[in-house]
């Protein structure tokens, strides 16, 4: 990435130029200076301590330049709501993983997306910023270079990207919302449950839910969530433990006969750009079959009307 010196900026440091105009953080900066091509100045290597003058061009080795060598590229069917050089946005179907695991190497987000860019002649290193389990749907949100999954993280953590959920879940609610403030670790007997623990268990990581309700009818009620911190199952242990588990989801429920997975779905996702800070909203279209069960159970409910997180 480049950066041409202005007159306002002439007699600089690089240190102070990329302080004042370009957020780093440490171990970024740290990783640039390590590399040969890390910090130039009109395209020879130098240190941060180097002086700037009015005109020079500054680069920084913030793109990638091969793909993950481990990746395996494959064609694979993969919506895209938003995509620039910084990051893309796709909607995840049901029943695809994130990203590659045991018995899951070439079906997963990661290889879709490996594929679509060594198509463009781009290398691809997968750096999500959220993840989704594999049988919850909807948006993701991958960094495409590593300033942008810095300047992501860090938006992720002070809150300024919300996400919302919608999850059909059994049984009619009698509350119309409220919050869920309980801590999450996992079960001593997997590594893969969680479960509801005391604030003070050594392992507790605090974990916050949002919901309102949208519609009941015919044994279930829909509702918006959003998880306020970003736990793993928040939102399957949590109305699991209201006596409301997620329609569909065997780990933390009952199995229903009307969904073959659970009934969550990632259905919108607002953040400032990590660049610009504009405004951005993105919303997945809800799978056929969560929208089959909405009709099944909330014949009336219009969502489009509905004025959703």
Not at 109 to 122: D, E, K, T
Not at 184 to 200: D, F, G, K, Q
Not at 230 to 254: C, E, K, M, N, W
Request: aromatic share 6%.
């Amino acid at each position: 990435m480049n950066w041409k010196v202005t007159q306002e900026d002439d007699g600089c440091l690089v240190r102070d130029f990329i302080r004042a105009h370009i957020r780093l953080s440490a171990k970024m900066l740290k990783y640039l200076k390590y590399r040969n091509d890390g910090i130039l100045v009109n395209g020879e290597r130098c240190t941060v301590r180097r002086v700037l003058r009015a005109g020079d061009l500054l680069t920084l080795a913030m793109e990638d330049t091969a793909s993950s060598e481990e990746l395996i590229p494959v064609e694979l069917p993969l919506e895209i709501l938003y995509e620039d050089e910084h990051m893309v946005v796709p909607s995840k179907p049901p029943h695809m993983p994130t990203h590659p695991s045991h018995n899951h190497h070439t079906d997963t987000v990661a290889n879709a997306l490996a594929y679509r860019y060594r198509a463009m002649g781009v290398p691809f290193v997968f750096r999500p910023i959220n993840r989704l389990d594999r049988d919850t749907s909807g948006l993701l949100l991958i960094a495409r270079n590593k300033r942008a999954a810095g300047l992501l993280t860090t938006l992720m953590q002070e809150h300024r990207i919300q996400k919302s959920y919608l999850a059909i879940l059994e049984g009619e609610m009698t509350e119309d919302g409220g919050v869920v403030e309980k801590p999450l670790h996992r079960t001593a007997a997997s590594i893969i449950v969680r479960e509801i623990c005391a604030p003070e268990t050594p392992d507790a990581e605090p974990a916050r839910t949002e919901y309102r309700v949208l519609a009941r009818g015919n044994g279930c009620t829909l509702v918006a969530a959003r998880p306020i911190t970003g736990r793993t199952h928040q939102l399957r242990v949590h109305f699991s433990d209201l006596g409301h588990p997620i329609a569909g989801d065997t780990l933390y429920g009952i199995p229903n006969g009307r969904m073959a997975r659970q009934a969550l779905h990632a259905h919108t996702l607002s953040l400032p750009h990590p660049e610009t800070g504009e405004p951005l909203h993105f919303r997945a279209p809800i799978p056929e079959d969560m929208r089959r069960l909405m009709e099944i159970c909330f014949p009336d409910y219009d969502l489009e009307k509905d004025n959703l997180p």
